[in-house]
């Protein structure tokens, strides 16, 4: 299984709901990403976890909150969210954290978040 | 700060023909590049890589060259399909970010 599942392909929210993305991967990966995407611009890194902890937190809003609860799934729970928060979502992992060969990343087909 | 970062936004080609896209790095430290493709409503799915002790590394249709003198990264797509039309992305090891990508578009 070379895949990254996301759940859901689709959401929408308004601003005063709490949902959560979700993100798994059965490669025995490491390392796992968060990124955001907004239209015609490259993947923005949210976060990484390396080894079920929370290696970089790219200064992104607390109103986004991410969870390793092991080392199969990556979640990003999302609270009191703006209409600018709109984008699409896309989870990665590698096998390790540092980028190298054949330490490539995988990623998964993303959720496309909208905020009302 | 340091970035990998593209020449050109747009690339319009006809099929059949080859395709070469630039990538400009700042990181002289960088030692691991790498280049994806990303179809409209999809992720980035990783297309080749190269290490720095090389200069050259070629895939299936693809051909990745780096110029380290002048942190260039290019990536070449022989006889260009349509199902080639994405947006073509370089990374770099110490940075998991990406550059502002390429669109190209194949022309049948």
């Known amino acids: 299984d070379t895949e990254v599942t996301q759940t859901p392909k689709h959401l929408v929210m308004g601003m005063t709901n709490k949902k959560s993305l979700k993100c798994e991967q059965h490669m025995g990966h490491r390392a796992m990403y968060w990124y955001k995407q907004k239209a015609k611009k490259p993947p923005e890194l949210m976060f990484v976890?390396?080894?079920?902890?929370?290696?970089i937190n790219e200064s992104v809003p607390s109103r986004f909150s991410p969870e390793c609860p092991n080392s199969s799934l990556l979640n990003l729970h999302l609270h009191a969210l703006q209409p600018e928060d709109s984008a699409l979502y896309l989870c990665?992992?590698?096998?390790?954290?540092?980028?190298?060969?054949?330490?490539?990343?995988?990623f998964g087909p993303g959720t496309r978040l909208t905020v009302l | 700060g340091e970035s990998v970062g593209l020449h050109l936004p747009t690339l319009s080609v006809q099929e059949g023909d080859n395709s070469i896209i630039n990538c400009a790095y700042s990181?002289?430290?960088?030692?691991?590049f790498i280049w994806y493709k990303q179809e409209s409503g999809k992720g980035p799915q990783f297309i080749i890589d190269?290490?720095?002790?090389?200069d050259k590394r070629q895939g299936q249709r693809v051909t990745v060259l780096l110029n380290k003198t002048v942190k260039h990264l290019s990536l070449q797509i022989a006889a260009t399909q349509p199902g080639d039309s994405a947006v073509y992305f370089c990374a770099e090891n110490n940075d998991m970010r990406f550059g502002a990508g390429t669109r190209l578009t194949v022309k049948p």
């Open positions: 190269i290490r720095s002790n090389m």
């Open positions: 990181n002289s430290a960088s030692d691991y």
């Open positions: 990665a992992s590698s096998p390790y954290h540092r980028l190298a060969g054949g330490n490539e990343q995988f």
């Open positions: 976890y390396s080894y079920e902890k929370l290696s």
